[in-house]
């Protein structure tokens, strides 16, 4: 039974619920330039946001449902024996199947239910204009308790203003019946955390087939595929007492191309009126093929019948009697044994389930293309295809990191010729560092760019593992893994340890920004201020950058190894809001947390990292000067200059300091930053408690910096 305020929701698309007021961190307003010394552009560079573009990306919940044993590390067992690849029963694989890991992420070998890693994708995601997760339960499992895990940390969030994705999912290509049953009955059905569901055209989105929804009885039993020659037929009757939506046979091709037949559903037997017929070209080897009816037809007895045959193509079937209610035709009369049939039933709990979500057929092939309106694509070769609803729009692409496609076939990513992170062109770029610089990616965004549509799928974020085989469509190799292998032939966005780092996630930031817009940047309204712990002079000073509410890190949870427990309690003040205000003489800056401030002596205690010129070639990261890492006295902070662009400070002299209960103040004189006068931009950012370790990670691992990981608020004087 639908809930009456789920039916008026399906009625009106109105899925809202009361929280509380966003906190706008102005995210796309941010400054950065990665570790290759790529730039995200402005908004004077892509133009101001659209509203209607929207950005998916692929987000995977399995961490830590599969575990058997492991870690297992791919790239440390190639490592330690690069011959293993040819030796299967080598103790550093783990079991036949089992998941192993390409690498490390900057988290560790986590699992899914880890808060402090929930709490920090949310973060990063939003950060990166990501519009919704979709999360990945092809495999017939929906990952029920992960999910929950995930939305009971992410509405906390929200409640504390911050944003986050929403949330949809994507489902067996062939089979969704069970797991959109399961996740219809856990999650939408009871109403919970519906503030995160991702609604498109007015419903909650779900990646289903429609098409197979429905309850249904089948006989699967086969044991030989029967030819279907041009000029005969094959048939299967069968009787029902429930009303009939659909029926469905299994048909091989034998791998050829341009395989066709017709499926005709016939009344009472072989011999009986035609009441539905369909004719299917291009068929997939081994594929359901759905004869659906205009409208459901009664309770009686029926006969499936499959004819007209073009190319090689024939009926799964069994020698043997194995479906009771009914028996195999030949060319309009019985023979022995029974074939592969499945009956879908048009009543149930289907109903409510078809009127309550948007759905989207997904299309798994990575080279087809669709083949009707309203379907999607999660990962393709390039060109990727448009996705058209059936309206005609272009609604959607996909865009990928890297693609398991070996010579135009599904393949692994082990396999040589795949496509992984240096494929552009078609071929691959040799050079070692070329892993580094996403050219499969890019190309991939190039042509979602051009296309322009409204959705553009990402895959993907977080999938990290793959098991072990020997044998994959039809390919046997000693040791083979099909999605996930090594850094090159992977397809994370998430930033690893090691590696590529977060090259990543900032090239994923910058297509994002080109497709979506970014918001101009105010310029700065000054004020004079005196640096005295009062505060109210900063009250007029424009504008207030942001940075996200309740983000310190704190994590403590069991790793992949059940030995291991993650513990970071680094997270201390939480930094929420600062200002800066030029006068000819200095420079000062404010930051606001939202939470008493700690006390002056504690180590590593806000500090203030300055990028005088904007330019990320001189100081370490770009920061020319850092500002409070030490102090002589409560009231003056030190004035360090970078030396050598390496994590190494000099004293240049001291800087005017204010506290107060949750804010702080500084101001320095220009000359002591190296320059004359105010120049026309400035970065800066904020930190607590970071580790001193001089690496970039410090600033996404340890403490809470104001904005967050490697992005810097930027002050101009002029827009």
């Known amino acids: 039974m639908i809930l009456p305020w789920l039916r008026l929701a399906a009625m009106t698309g109105l899925l ?139 509405s906390a969030w929200r409640k504390l203003g911050n944003r986050t994705p929403q949330v949809a999912f994507l489902t067996p290509f062939w089979d969704p019946a069970k797991v959109t049953r399961e996740l219809w009955r856990d999650l939408y059905a009871t109403g919970q955390f519906r503030e995160l569901w991702y609604a498109w055209d007015g419903k909650p989105l779900i990646l289903a087939d429609a098409a197979q929804l429905f309850e249904r009885e089948e006989n699967t039993h086969q044991n030989q595929p029967t030819a279907l020659p041009p000029g005969h037929t094959l048939g299967q009757t069968f009787t029902t007492e429930r009303t009939l939506h659909a029926v469905s046979g299994r048909f091989p091709t034998w791998s050829s191309p341009h395989s066709g037949l017709t499926l005709t559903l016939r009344r009472d037997s072989a011999q009986g009126p035609v009441v539905a017929t369909q004719r299917f070209a291009s068929v997939r080897d081994n594929e359901w093929l759905q004869l659906q009816l205009a409208t459901p037809l009664p309770p009686g007895a029926y006969c499936l019948e499959a004819s007209d045959a073009t190319g090689q193509i024939g009926w799964w079937s069994h020698t043997e009697d194995s479906f009771a209610r009914g028996t195999a035709i030949a060319d309009g009369q019985p023979v022995a044994g029974d074939r592969t049939l499945r009956l879908l039933w048009a009543d149930g709990e289907t109903a409510p389930i078809r009127d309550f979500f948007t759905f989207r057929k997904p299309q798994p092939d990575y080279f087809q293309g669709p083949t009707q309106p309203d379907m999607w694509s999660w990962l393709e070769v390039a060109p990727q295809h448009v996705f058209r609803n059936g309206r005609g729009e272009k609604e959607q692409m996909s865009v990928g990191v890297g693609q398991n496609a070996v010579n135009g076939r599904l393949g692994s990513m082990s396999e040589p010729g795949s496509r992984g992170r240096s494929f552009h062109d078609g071929k691959t770029d040799p050079r070692p560092e070329a892993v580094r610089w996403g050219l499969n990616f890019a190309e991939q965004w190039t042509n979602a760019l051009r296309e322009d549509p409204r959705f553009v799928f990402v895959t993907g974020w977080n999938e990290w593992i793959a098991g072990r085989f020997d044998e994959f469509n039809r390919v046997k190799l000693p040791v083979m893994f099909v999605d996930q292998f090594d850094q090159e032939h992977s397809r994370d966005l998430e930033p690893m340890h090691g590696g590529h780092g977060d090259d990543y996630y900032y090239q994923f930031v910058d297509a994002v920004r080109r497709y979506k817009g970014v918001r101009p940047a105010p310029a700065l309204r000054s004020q004079s201020v005196r640096i005295d712990g009062k505060f109210t002079d900063w009250q007029s000073v424009q504008p207030e950058f942001r940075d996200t509410v309740g983000d310190p890190v704190r994590r403590q949870h069991p790793a992949w190894d059940a030995a291991v427990t993650y513990t970071n309690a680094t997270g201390r003040n939480d930094l929420i809001a600062a200002k800066a205000s030029w006068s000819a003489r200095r420079a000062a800056f404010y930051v606001r947390t939202q939470g008493a401030l700690t006390p002056v002596t504690d180590p590593n205690w806000m500090v203030l990292f300055v990028d005088v010129d904007a330019d990320v070639r001189t100081g370490w990261l770009g920061y020319d000067f850092v500002l409070n890492r030490t102090r002589s006295n409560a009231h003056a902070a030190s004035v360090e200059r970078n030396v050598g662009g390496r994590y190494e400070w000099e004293t240049v002299g001291t800087a005017e300091l204010g506290v107060g209960e949750r804010e702080l103040e500084i101001a320095v004189p220009w000359k002591l930053l190296g320059v004359r006068r105010a120049p026309l931009r400035l970065d800066f950012k904020w930190a607590d408690n970071l580790q001193q370790t001089g690496d970039w990670s410090d600033f996404t691992l340890n403490g809470d910096v104001a904005p967050n990981d490697r992005f810097n608020f930027r002050a101009i004087t002029q827009p």
């Open 16 to 154: 809202a619920v009361a929280q509380a007021a966003e906190w706008d961190t102005f995210s796309d307003t941010w400054v950065a330039t990665d570790a290759l010394g790529r730039t995200m552009p402005t908004g004077a560079q892509v133009g101001a946001p659209r509203a209607d573009r929207t950005v998916g990306m692929f987000y995977f919940l399995w961490h830590g449902a599969h575990i058997q044993g492991g870690p297992f590390d791919i790239t440390r067992i190639l490592a330690q024996n690069p011959a293993a690849m040819q030796q299967p029963d080598s103790p550093l694989w783990g079991p036949l199947h089992v998941p192993h890991h390409w690498g490390e992420s900057i988290f560790g070998y986590y699992r899914t239910a880890d808060a402090g890693v929930l709490r920090k994708h949310a973060q990063m995601l939003s950060d990166a204009g990501v519009d919704v997760v979709i999360f990945d339960v092809t495999n017939q499992v929906t990952y029920r308790d992960d999910y929950f895990a995930l939305l009971r940390e992410w």
